[in-house]
């Protein structure tokens, strides 16, 4: 393990993490994802009482004030879950919805939202993605006008992770006419706001212990001092958040990866087959080994990519490593399950079985947060290797 991620500090939060995942998150997953959903504000809570919501927000509002090292530590560790939906949930609330207003928003509006995230006392969700725009940013055709000394949001959101249970959305909106990097604003928006409408839990292939909802607007009235930072600015914050959610997406695979792995060599083990076990066989415990390889080459990836975050946020050679994460990660995910899986054999297929449920899970990777193909554009531009619009 790099030196950099595993001081003594960093192994103490490793710790304290893997004790509360074995001891409030794995007991109680097959419930979870039976019932569609787990109790974020139950869980959420005691996440808040012991610092884990905001370990890399400001101190002033009950952060850590701990650089963003430290929140990868805590999702590698929170990838020992067994399930993917639960510590995707976690991430929203502290990597997807919340950097943009640790960094922009005002005190007051920090004050009353992110701290009560921060505490556990707050679900927040994050609302970018809609029914024809989802890695398509700049696609997007939610409003929100002014009226007064408020904004009137109307439009939809799709694909809302906390979207059942949240009590806030971080929402990404149209504020103006004009070129669509320039004319989005986040807005922060109480979901017990009159015009505000969920639907049902979405049906989903999987992450099934987490609630997904589609979000109706109609007509919503918020104060416009709900926006984060300047207005327009919204495309270019949206467009920070996704690197933090990109590395964190990348972090909590590791771990969840390598359990696929350790639950595939211990079933073969002892899977019988012309009298021999599944393991013995020189194809699967080299294909095995290879595996592994790939997770610890991914883990080397992300801790440089964490390692220039940390030193220089702003740095382009940032957006292309944490793009590189995300789309190797994606990839291997789907890799890595579909060749484990294989190896189950008919147990493998069966719902109930753990290597099913990640091959399920994980499938999510290569979509949520930036499509693989997304990604491939986002480093192609920045290796100087994408055509132009011009020339295409």
């Not at 995230?117 to 679900?123: L, N, T």
């Not at 017990?192 to 409408?197: L, N, P, R, W």
């Not at 002892?270 to 883990?299: C, M, P, Y």
């Not at 590189?324 to 054999?345: F, N």
Request: net charge neutral; with cysteine; proline share 3%.
């Amino acid at each position: 393990m790099s030196a950099f991620i595993s001081t003594p500090e960093h192994l103490a939060l490793r710790e304290t993490v893997a004790r509360f995942v074995d001891q409030e998150i794995n007991p109680h997953v097959d419930a979870w994802e039976a019932d569609g959903a787990f109790p974020a504000r139950e869980l959420f809570k005691k996440l808040g009482g012991l610092g884990l919501l905001g370990i890399a927000k400001p101190e002033a509002y009950g952060g850590g004030g701990l650089d963003y090292s430290f929140s990868v530590a805590f999702a590698e560790e929170l990838g020992r879950a067994r399930c993917g939906g639960v510590p995707m949930a976690i991430g929203v609330q502290t990597d997807m919805a919340t950097p943009a207003l640790a960094r922009y928003g005002s005190d007051e509006l920090r004050r009353e939202f992110l701290a009560p995230a921060i505490a556990g006392d707050m679900v927040a969700s994050i609302g970018v993605s809609e029914p024809g725009a989802g890695s398509d940013v700049a696609g997007l055709r939610t409003t929100a006008r002014k009226d007064g000394g408020d904004y009137v949001i109307s439009g939809t959101k799709m694909w809302i992770t906390n979207g059942m249970q949240s009590d806030w959305i971080c929402l990404l909106a149209n504020t103006s006419e004009g070129a669509p990097h320039k004319n989005k604003s986040l807005i922060v928006v109480p979901m017990d706001s009159k015009g505000v409408e969920r639907t049902k839990k979405l049906d989903k292939l999987g992450m099934r212990a987490s609630d997904t909802a589609q979000l109706f607007f109609d007509e919503v009235r918020v104060p416009q001092r709900y926006r984060i930072g300047a207005e327009g600015a919204g495309f270019a914050m949206q467009m920070q958040q996704f690197q933090e959610e990109r590395m964190f997406g990348a972090a909590m695979g590791l771990k969840g990866l390598e359990n696929v792995v350790q639950d595939t060599i211990a079933y073969t083990r002892e899977r019988k087959i012309f009298g021999a076990s599944v393991l013995d066989n020189q194809v699967v415990h080299f294909r095995l080994a290879e595996l592994q390889t790939e997770i610890e080459a991914l883990r080397a990836l992300l801790y440089r990519t964490v390692e220039l975050y940390v030193a220089r946020q702003d740095d382009p050679e940032v957006v292309k490593l944490a793009s590189m994460c995300k789309l190797k990660v994606g990839r291997l995910s789907r890799e890595l399950t579909d060749a484990c899986l294989q190896y189950w054999g008919g147990m493998g297929f069966m719902w109930e079985s753990s290597v099913a449920r990640m091959y399920r899970d994980f499938r999510l990777t290569s979509i949520g947060g930036g499509a693989d193909e997304v990604m491939l554009g986002i480093i192609c531009k920045l290796m100087g290797t994408f055509p132009s619009r011009k020339a295409a």
